[in-house]
Protein backbone atom coordinates (compact mmCIF):
# COMPACT_ATOMS: atom_id res chain seq x y z
CA UNK A 1 0.00 0.00 0.00
CA UNK A 2 1.59 3.40 -1.09
CA UNK A 3 0.62 5.75 2.09
CA UNK A 4 -0.23 9.19 1.78
CA UNK A 5 2.69 11.87 1.65
CA UNK A 6 0.85 14.98 1.13
CA UNK A 7 3.32 16.82 3.08
CA UNK A 8 4.35 20.04 1.33
CA UNK A 9 2.55 18.74 -1.80
CA UNK A 10 -0.01 20.57 -3.70
CA UNK A 11 -3.20 18.87 -2.74
CA UNK A 12 -5.27 19.92 -6.03
CA UNK A 13 -3.02 17.58 -8.03
CA UNK A 14 -2.33 14.65 -5.34
CA UNK A 15 -5.73 13.94 -4.78
CA UNK A 16 -6.08 12.57 -8.13
CA UNK A 17 -2.67 10.62 -7.99
CA UNK A 18 -3.88 9.28 -4.83
CA UNK A 19 -7.06 7.95 -6.68
CA UNK A 20 -5.11 6.40 -9.45
CA UNK A 21 -2.84 5.04 -7.15
CA UNK A 22 -6.33 3.28 -5.32
CA UNK A 23 -7.38 1.70 -8.70
CA UNK A 24 -3.88 0.56 -9.66
CA UNK A 25 -3.57 2.88 -12.64
CA UNK A 26 -0.07 3.42 -12.14
CA UNK A 27 1.07 4.98 -15.50
CA UNK A 28 -1.63 7.76 -14.93
CA UNK A 29 -0.46 8.87 -11.10
CA UNK A 30 3.12 8.82 -12.53
CA UNK A 31 2.18 11.74 -15.19
CA UNK A 32 0.90 13.45 -12.58
CA UNK A 33 3.26 13.04 -10.43
CA UNK A 34 5.91 14.26 -12.89
CA UNK A 35 3.74 17.25 -13.47
CA UNK A 36 4.03 17.82 -9.39
CA UNK A 37 7.94 17.74 -10.14
CA UNK A 38 7.84 20.64 -12.63
CA UNK A 39 6.07 22.50 -10.23
CA UNK A 40 9.28 22.47 -7.83
CA UNK A 41 6.92 20.23 -5.36
CA UNK A 42 9.41 18.21 -2.87
CA UNK A 43 11.36 16.05 -4.98
CA UNK A 44 12.08 13.90 -1.90
CA UNK A 45 8.46 13.01 -1.82
CA UNK A 46 7.30 13.02 -5.32
CA UNK A 47 10.04 10.31 -5.41
CA UNK A 48 9.41 7.88 -2.68
CA UNK A 49 5.58 7.71 -3.79
CA UNK A 50 7.13 7.13 -7.73
CA UNK A 51 9.59 4.62 -6.28
CA UNK A 52 6.75 2.71 -4.40
CA UNK A 53 5.42 2.97 -7.62
CA UNK A 54 8.08 1.07 -9.80
CA UNK A 55 7.89 -0.82 -6.86
CA UNK A 56 4.71 -2.26 -7.32
CA UNK A 57 5.19 -2.57 -11.00
CA UNK A 58 8.25 -4.38 -10.82
CA UNK A 59 9.85 -2.11 -12.06
CA UNK A 60 12.87 -2.89 -10.75
CA UNK A 61 15.58 -0.31 -12.30
CA UNK A 62 13.34 2.66 -12.28
CA UNK A 63 12.38 1.56 -8.71
CA UNK A 64 16.15 1.88 -7.77
CA UNK A 65 16.88 4.71 -9.70
CA UNK A 66 14.43 7.04 -7.91
CA UNK A 67 14.92 5.46 -4.13
CA UNK A 68 18.64 6.83 -5.46
CA UNK A 69 16.99 10.19 -6.10
CA UNK A 70 15.49 10.66 -2.29
CA UNK A 71 17.93 12.71 0.10
CA UNK A 72 19.74 10.23 2.57
CA UNK A 73 18.45 12.42 4.93
CA UNK A 74 14.68 12.29 4.28
CA UNK A 75 14.96 7.93 4.20
CA UNK A 76 13.50 6.05 6.76
CA UNK A 77 13.27 2.51 7.28
CA UNK A 78 11.15 1.06 4.80
CA UNK A 79 12.92 3.00 1.77
CA UNK A 80 15.77 1.63 3.02
CA UNK A 81 14.13 -2.21 2.78
CA UNK A 82 12.45 -1.13 -0.52
CA UNK A 83 15.73 -0.14 -2.52
CA UNK A 84 17.25 -3.45 -1.13
CA UNK A 85 14.10 -4.99 -2.23
CA UNK A 86 14.87 -3.59 -5.60
CA UNK A 87 18.64 -4.38 -5.96
CA UNK A 88 18.18 -8.10 -4.68
CA UNK A 89 15.33 -8.42 -7.88
CA UNK A 90 18.22 -7.25 -9.82
CA UNK A 91 21.23 -9.84 -8.64
CA UNK A 92 22.77 -7.13 -6.76
CA UNK A 93 22.57 -9.43 -3.41
CA UNK A 94 25.63 -8.06 -1.44
CA UNK A 95 24.70 -4.20 -2.53
CA UNK A 96 21.07 -5.35 -0.84
CA UNK A 97 22.67 -6.80 2.14
CA UNK A 98 24.30 -3.56 2.51
CA UNK A 99 20.63 -1.41 2.71
CA UNK A 100 18.87 -4.95 4.92
CA UNK A 101 21.39 -3.96 7.37
CA UNK A 102 21.02 0.14 7.28
CA UNK A 103 17.20 -1.02 7.70
CA UNK A 104 18.12 -2.80 10.59
CA UNK A 105 20.14 0.40 12.35
CA UNK A 106 16.97 2.61 11.69
CA UNK A 107 14.35 0.40 12.70
CA UNK A 108 15.35 -3.20 14.86
CA UNK A 109 12.27 -4.01 14.45
CA UNK A 110 11.46 -4.43 11.14
CA UNK A 111 10.94 -8.23 10.55
CA UNK A 112 11.06 -7.95 6.72
CA UNK A 113 14.79 -6.72 7.01
CA UNK A 114 15.78 -9.97 8.49
CA UNK A 115 13.71 -12.03 6.23
CA UNK A 116 15.57 -10.36 3.40
CA UNK A 117 18.85 -10.63 5.08
CA UNK A 118 18.08 -14.24 5.01
CA UNK A 119 16.81 -15.16 2.22
CA UNK A 120 19.84 -12.83 0.40
CA UNK A 121 22.83 -14.65 2.92
CA UNK A 122 20.88 -17.81 1.64
CA UNK A 123 21.85 -17.28 -2.38
CA UNK A 124 25.51 -16.64 -1.30
CA UNK A 125 25.81 -19.86 0.58
CA UNK A 126 25.97 -17.80 3.96
CA UNK A 127 24.29 -20.59 5.64
CA UNK A 128 25.30 -19.08 9.52
CA UNK A 129 24.39 -15.78 8.81
CA UNK A 130 20.84 -17.01 6.73
CA UNK A 131 20.10 -19.22 9.91
CA UNK A 132 20.86 -16.04 12.04
CA UNK A 133 18.68 -13.36 10.59
CA UNK A 134 15.70 -16.08 9.98
CA UNK A 135 16.24 -16.83 14.09
CA UNK A 136 16.01 -12.90 14.35
CA UNK A 137 13.15 -12.89 12.40
CA UNK A 138 11.69 -16.10 13.96
CA UNK A 139 11.84 -13.90 17.72
CA UNK A 140 10.22 -10.92 16.57
CA UNK A 141 7.21 -12.65 14.83
CA UNK A 142 7.40 -16.45 16.66
CA UNK A 143 3.73 -17.66 14.55
CA UNK A 144 4.82 -16.60 11.76
CA UNK A 145 5.13 -20.20 9.28
CA UNK A 146 6.67 -18.40 6.50
CA UNK A 147 9.86 -17.78 8.14
CA UNK A 148 10.27 -20.91 9.68
CA UNK A 149 10.16 -22.71 6.50
CA UNK A 150 13.18 -20.60 5.07
CA UNK A 151 14.71 -22.12 7.77
CA UNK A 152 13.91 -25.58 7.40
CA UNK A 153 14.74 -24.81 3.65
CA UNK A 154 18.63 -24.40 4.91
CA UNK A 155 18.37 -27.57 6.69
CA UNK A 156 19.41 -29.53 3.73
CA UNK A 157 22.24 -27.78 2.74
CA UNK A 158 24.33 -27.10 6.45
CA UNK A 159 24.29 -28.45 9.92
CA UNK A 160 24.33 -25.11 12.06
CA UNK A 161 26.94 -24.05 14.22
CA UNK A 162 24.02 -22.72 16.63
CA UNK A 163 22.22 -25.35 18.56
CA UNK A 164 20.68 -23.17 21.13
CA UNK A 165 17.52 -22.85 19.48
CA UNK A 166 15.15 -25.41 20.21
CA UNK A 167 14.58 -26.15 15.89
CA UNK A 168 18.07 -26.73 15.79
CA UNK A 169 18.49 -28.45 18.90
CA UNK A 170 15.59 -31.22 17.49
CA UNK A 171 17.35 -31.09 13.73
CA UNK A 172 20.91 -31.86 15.35
CA UNK A 173 19.56 -34.87 17.47
CA UNK A 174 17.58 -36.26 13.97
CA UNK A 175 21.25 -36.17 12.17
CA UNK A 176 22.76 -37.98 15.21
CA UNK A 177 20.42 -40.84 13.85
CA UNK A 178 22.19 -41.88 10.55
CA UNK A 179 24.78 -43.28 12.94
CA UNK A 180 22.05 -45.75 13.75
CA UNK A 181 21.28 -46.58 10.24
CA UNK A 182 21.91 -50.15 8.57
CA UNK A 183 22.46 -49.95 5.36
CA UNK A 184 23.07 -52.01 2.00
CA UNK A 185 20.05 -52.57 2.35
CA UNK A 186 18.31 -50.68 4.72
CA UNK A 187 16.15 -52.50 6.78
CA UNK A 188 12.66 -51.90 7.56
CA UNK A 189 13.12 -52.02 11.07
CA UNK A 190 15.83 -49.35 10.93
CA UNK A 191 13.72 -47.36 9.20
CA UNK A 192 10.88 -47.91 11.35
CA UNK A 193 13.42 -47.28 14.42
CA UNK A 194 14.56 -43.83 12.93
CA UNK A 195 11.03 -42.79 11.96
CA UNK A 196 9.66 -43.33 15.29
CA UNK A 197 12.80 -41.59 17.50
CA UNK A 198 12.37 -38.58 15.36
CA UNK A 199 8.49 -38.43 16.65
CA UNK A 200 9.50 -39.08 20.26
CA UNK A 201 12.38 -36.44 19.74
CA UNK A 202 9.12 -34.30 18.67
CA UNK A 203 6.69 -35.35 21.14
CA UNK A 204 9.45 -34.67 23.92
CA UNK A 205 10.09 -31.19 22.76
CA UNK A 206 6.45 -30.77 22.30
CA UNK A 207 6.81 -29.33 18.91
CA UNK A 208 4.23 -29.78 16.58
CA UNK A 209 6.58 -28.90 13.46
CA UNK A 210 4.90 -28.95 9.97
CA UNK A 211 6.57 -28.05 6.58
CA UNK A 212 4.88 -27.99 3.27
CA UNK A 213 7.06 -29.31 0.90
CA UNK A 214 6.24 -32.59 -0.81
CA UNK A 215 9.58 -33.23 -2.22
CA UNK A 216 13.01 -34.40 -1.04
CA UNK A 217 15.96 -32.84 -3.14
CA UNK A 218 19.28 -34.30 -3.69
CA UNK A 219 21.44 -31.38 -5.12
CA UNK A 220 25.09 -30.86 -6.54
CA UNK A 221 25.95 -27.80 -7.90
CA UNK A 222 24.84 -27.28 -11.08
CA UNK A 223 21.71 -25.08 -11.44
CA UNK A 224 19.16 -26.71 -13.89
CA UNK A 225 17.50 -23.76 -13.47
CA UNK A 226 14.01 -26.00 -14.52
CA UNK A 227 11.91 -22.53 -12.82
CA UNK A 228 12.94 -20.28 -15.51
CA UNK A 229 12.25 -23.02 -18.25
CA UNK A 230 8.54 -24.22 -16.87
CA UNK A 231 7.96 -20.01 -16.52
CA UNK A 232 8.61 -20.20 -20.47
CA UNK A 233 6.92 -22.51 -21.22
CA UNK A 234 3.64 -21.77 -18.96
CA UNK A 235 3.88 -18.37 -20.73
CA UNK A 236 4.46 -18.70 -24.12
CA UNK A 237 3.76 -22.41 -24.64
CA UNK A 238 7.57 -23.31 -26.46
CA UNK A 239 10.49 -25.94 -24.65
CA UNK A 240 13.57 -23.80 -23.55
CA UNK A 241 17.09 -24.72 -25.67
CA UNK A 242 18.73 -26.27 -22.82
CA UNK A 243 15.54 -28.75 -22.01
CA UNK A 244 16.27 -30.69 -25.10
CA UNK A 245 19.68 -31.94 -23.68
CA UNK A 246 17.68 -32.79 -20.03
CA UNK A 247 16.98 -36.49 -19.17
CA UNK A 248 16.15 -38.21 -16.24
CA UNK A 249 15.79 -41.57 -15.07
CA UNK A 250 12.18 -42.48 -13.26
CA UNK A 251 11.70 -44.78 -10.80
CA UNK A 252 7.52 -45.29 -10.37
CA UNK A 253 7.04 -47.17 -7.17
CA UNK A 254 4.11 -48.94 -5.84
CA UNK A 255 3.85 -47.63 -2.04
CA UNK A 256 5.25 -45.35 0.62
CA UNK A 257 7.48 -47.63 2.42
CA UNK A 258 9.50 -48.39 -0.93
CA UNK A 259 9.40 -44.26 -1.26
CA UNK A 260 11.01 -43.91 1.83
CA UNK A 261 14.05 -47.09 1.14
CA UNK A 262 14.32 -45.24 -2.53
CA UNK A 263 14.96 -41.95 0.04
CA UNK A 264 17.83 -43.74 1.90
CA UNK A 265 19.26 -45.28 -1.05
CA UNK A 266 19.56 -41.69 -3.08
CA UNK A 267 21.14 -40.66 0.19
CA UNK A 268 23.87 -43.10 -0.53
CA UNK A 269 24.14 -43.21 -3.95
CA UNK A 270 27.55 -42.59 -5.08
CA UNK A 271 27.55 -41.43 -9.01
CA UNK A 272 29.86 -40.07 -10.84
CA UNK A 273 29.02 -36.84 -11.51
CA UNK A 274 26.65 -36.74 -8.00
CA UNK A 275 23.57 -36.34 -9.97
CA UNK A 276 20.66 -34.52 -8.96
CA UNK A 277 18.01 -36.43 -7.43
CA UNK A 278 14.70 -36.35 -5.88
CA UNK A 279 11.97 -38.31 -4.31
CA UNK A 280 8.19 -37.35 -4.47
CA UNK A 281 4.75 -37.86 -4.19
CA UNK A 282 2.89 -37.13 -7.43
CA UNK A 283 0.56 -34.22 -7.18
CA UNK A 284 -0.27 -33.25 -10.42
CA UNK A 285 -3.57 -33.29 -12.21
CA UNK A 286 -3.65 -36.26 -15.19
CA UNK A 287 -0.35 -37.65 -14.05
CA UNK A 288 0.03 -41.83 -13.18
CA UNK A 289 2.12 -43.12 -11.15
CA UNK A 290 1.81 -42.11 -6.81
CA UNK A 291 5.14 -42.36 -5.61
CA UNK A 292 8.22 -41.12 -7.73
CA UNK A 293 12.35 -40.84 -8.27
CA UNK A 294 14.12 -38.92 -10.19
CA UNK A 295 18.01 -38.84 -11.46
CA UNK A 296 18.63 -36.27 -13.91
CA UNK A 297 21.33 -36.89 -16.44
CA UNK A 298 22.45 -34.62 -19.51
CA UNK A 299 22.68 -37.45 -21.97
CA UNK A 300 20.99 -40.54 -23.34
CA UNK A 301 24.14 -42.29 -22.85
CA UNK A 302 24.38 -41.06 -19.13
CA UNK A 303 21.07 -41.72 -18.40
CA UNK A 304 21.18 -45.24 -20.01
CA UNK A 305 24.49 -46.21 -17.81
CA UNK A 306 22.41 -44.97 -14.54
CA UNK A 307 19.65 -46.79 -14.86
CA UNK A 308 21.57 -50.13 -15.34
CA UNK A 309 23.13 -49.36 -12.14
CA UNK A 310 20.40 -48.21 -10.42
CA UNK A 311 17.84 -50.81 -11.50
CA UNK A 312 20.60 -53.83 -10.35
CA UNK A 313 20.54 -51.91 -6.95
CA UNK A 314 17.21 -51.39 -6.41
CA UNK A 315 16.40 -55.13 -6.95
CA UNK A 316 19.33 -56.07 -4.63
CA UNK A 317 17.89 -53.80 -1.73
CA UNK A 318 14.29 -55.24 -2.05
CA UNK A 319 12.96 -51.93 -2.97
CA UNK A 320 9.75 -52.96 -5.28
CA UNK A 321 9.07 -50.32 -7.86
CA UNK A 322 6.33 -50.64 -10.48
CA UNK A 323 8.59 -49.68 -13.43
CA UNK A 324 12.05 -47.88 -14.22
CA UNK A 325 12.31 -46.10 -17.19
CA UNK A 326 14.43 -43.03 -19.24
CA UNK A 327 12.09 -39.62 -20.03
CA UNK A 328 13.02 -36.66 -21.81
CA UNK A 329 12.62 -33.30 -19.71
CA UNK A 330 9.39 -32.15 -18.21
CA UNK A 331 6.52 -34.33 -17.97
CA UNK A 332 4.37 -30.85 -18.68
CA UNK A 333 5.64 -30.37 -22.36
CA UNK A 334 4.24 -33.44 -23.57
CA UNK A 335 1.17 -33.15 -24.42
CA UNK A 336 1.59 -29.74 -26.32
CA UNK A 337 4.66 -31.68 -28.34
CA UNK A 338 4.58 -35.81 -28.65
CA UNK A 339 7.55 -35.83 -30.45
CA UNK A 340 9.59 -34.11 -27.57
CA UNK A 341 9.13 -37.70 -25.75
CA UNK A 342 11.51 -39.34 -28.30
CA UNK A 343 14.00 -40.27 -26.84
CA UNK A 344 15.73 -42.72 -29.32
CA UNK A 345 17.17 -39.77 -31.25
CA UNK A 346 17.40 -35.88 -30.93
CA UNK A 347 14.46 -34.02 -31.90
CA UNK A 348 15.64 -30.60 -31.21
CA UNK A 349 15.73 -29.15 -34.75
CA UNK A 350 12.27 -31.06 -35.76
CA UNK A 351 10.47 -29.00 -32.25
CA UNK A 352 12.77 -25.86 -31.49
CA UNK A 353 11.94 -23.30 -34.04
CA UNK A 354 14.73 -20.60 -34.57
CA UNK A 355 11.94 -17.77 -33.40
CA UNK A 356 12.40 -19.45 -30.24
CA UNK A 357 15.48 -18.27 -29.40
CA UNK A 358 14.27 -14.58 -29.91
CA UNK A 359 11.59 -15.16 -27.38
CA UNK A 360 14.18 -16.64 -24.59
CA UNK A 361 16.27 -14.29 -24.96
CA UNK A 362 13.20 -11.43 -24.30
CA UNK A 363 12.47 -13.27 -21.30
CA UNK A 364 15.70 -13.09 -20.01
CA UNK A 365 16.17 -9.77 -19.93
CA UNK A 366 12.98 -9.18 -18.74
CA UNK A 367 13.88 -11.12 -15.63
CA UNK A 368 17.43 -10.61 -15.40
CA UNK A 369 17.95 -14.23 -15.65
CA UNK A 370 21.78 -13.38 -16.30
CA UNK A 371 21.86 -10.92 -13.53
CA UNK A 372 20.79 -12.70 -10.74
CA UNK A 373 23.65 -15.47 -11.68
CA UNK A 374 26.32 -13.28 -10.82
CA UNK A 375 26.88 -13.42 -7.37
CA UNK A 376 24.94 -16.60 -6.71
CA UNK A 377 27.06 -19.61 -4.89
CA UNK A 378 25.69 -22.87 -5.87
CA UNK A 379 26.02 -25.71 -2.89
CA UNK A 380 25.68 -29.51 -2.59
CA UNK A 381 23.21 -30.87 -0.51
CA UNK A 382 24.65 -32.89 2.79
CA UNK A 383 22.68 -36.00 2.13
CA UNK A 384 21.71 -36.88 5.21
CA UNK A 385 18.79 -37.79 7.03
CA UNK A 386 17.46 -34.61 8.77
CA UNK A 387 14.68 -32.71 10.45
CA UNK A 388 12.91 -31.20 7.51
CA UNK A 389 12.94 -34.62 5.45
CA UNK A 390 11.11 -36.41 8.74
CA UNK A 391 8.40 -33.63 8.23
CA UNK A 392 7.98 -34.39 4.65
CA UNK A 393 8.16 -37.93 4.92
CA UNK A 394 4.95 -37.17 7.40
CA UNK A 395 3.84 -35.07 4.26
CA UNK A 396 3.93 -38.77 2.41
CA UNK A 397 2.39 -40.28 5.12
CA UNK A 398 -0.89 -38.21 4.73
CA UNK A 399 -0.94 -38.53 1.44
CA UNK A 400 -0.63 -42.40 1.21
CA UNK A 401 -3.34 -42.31 4.14
CA UNK A 402 -5.49 -40.31 2.04
CA UNK A 403 -5.04 -42.60 -0.74
CA UNK A 404 -5.45 -46.09 0.94
CA UNK A 405 -2.05 -46.98 0.83
CA UNK A 406 -1.15 -48.24 4.51
CA UNK A 407 2.33 -49.61 3.88
CA UNK A 408 3.18 -47.19 6.04
CA UNK A 409 2.08 -48.72 9.33
CA UNK A 410 4.83 -51.43 9.15
CA UNK A 411 7.23 -48.47 9.85
CA UNK A 412 5.51 -45.60 11.96
CA UNK A 413 3.77 -46.59 14.77
CA UNK A 414 1.91 -43.09 15.67
CA UNK A 415 -1.26 -41.52 14.46
CA UNK A 416 -1.31 -39.74 10.66
CA UNK A 417 -2.53 -36.52 10.98
CA UNK A 418 -3.99 -35.22 7.65
CA UNK A 419 -5.48 -31.85 9.37
CA UNK A 420 -2.15 -29.91 8.17
CA UNK A 421 -3.60 -30.66 4.27
CA UNK A 422 -5.77 -27.59 2.88
CA UNK A 423 -9.18 -28.74 1.33
CA UNK A 424 -8.23 -28.43 -1.94
CA UNK A 425 -5.14 -30.56 -1.50
CA UNK A 426 -7.36 -32.71 0.02
CA UNK A 427 -9.47 -33.09 -3.06
CA UNK A 428 -6.76 -33.19 -4.93
CA UNK A 429 -5.03 -35.77 -4.38
CA UNK A 430 -8.74 -38.07 -3.36
CA UNK A 431 -9.18 -37.32 -6.91
CA UNK A 432 -5.88 -39.15 -8.04
CA UNK A 433 -7.53 -42.16 -6.92
CA UNK A 434 -9.27 -42.53 -10.21
CA UNK A 435 -6.55 -42.17 -12.78
CA UNK A 436 -4.07 -45.05 -10.95
Same mark, same amino acid.
Given at each position: ?167 ? $? @?? &???? +?????? =?? !??? %? ?116 ? $? @?? &???? +?????? =?? !??? %? ?113
Amino acid at each position: MIKNNTKNLSRELFVPVLNYLKLKKYDQALTLLDQLLKEKQDPNHINKIKAKIYLNKKDWNNCLLHYEKISSSKKNFEDSNNKGVALFKLGRFSEAIDNFNDTIKLNKFYVPAYTNLSKAHKLLSNFELSIKYTLNALALAPNNYNIQNSLFDVLNYYSPKNKKNLIL $N @IN &EQML +KLNETI =NK !NPI %KDFSINEILNKSQKILNENQENLYFPETQILRKNKTNLNCQRHLEIFNKYKIIPNFCFGCYKVQITLNNVLNLIKLYFYFNDLSLEKNNIRKCMIEVRENVKGDYKGYIYTSSIDEAK $N @IM &ETVN +KDLLSQ =NI !NFH %KIEMKHGCTEYYNQYELYKNIQDDVTSKVYKEEWNKIEKEFDKENFINENENEKVYTSTINKYNLTDFLIIKNWFSYADLIGDKSYMEIFDFKINTNYLSEIQIKKIIARKKIN
